[in-house]
């Protein structure tokens, strides 16, 4: 597996026991449609929200911050994914669309942000 694809699956099991440590319910991890995916979802700590988490991980945050990685494009591939997921489970409860971005390489040395109600794909289409 290439190193950057380690860092990846590393960061979603970092942002995943983080969640479980905030009292979040892990439903689903890299969930999959086609091409699409979305890396947790989750359900809050209220009971009362599916929270789609896109995970963003890097090593340092000199070049980029990994909230930028989330572009317009990639908000629409959640908004589809989503989309999908909520009519293949029958989903009637509220959904949120978060980002959690890590930057290390390790457990010892991670930054985790997490941002509530990042972004709505609703107002990336057109």
Known sequence: MAQHNQLGKWGEEYAANYLL?????????DWRIGHRDIDIIARSPEGDTVVFV????????VVTDPRDAVD???????GWAANAYVKQRNVIDLLRFDIISIVGNNDANADIMHVEDAFNPCCAFR
């Open 21 to 29: 440590g905030k009292g979040y319910d892990i439903l689903e991890r």
């Open 54 to 61: 896109e995970v963003k991980t890097r090593t340092n945050d």
């Open 72 to 78: 317009l494009r990639k908000i629409r591939n959640i």
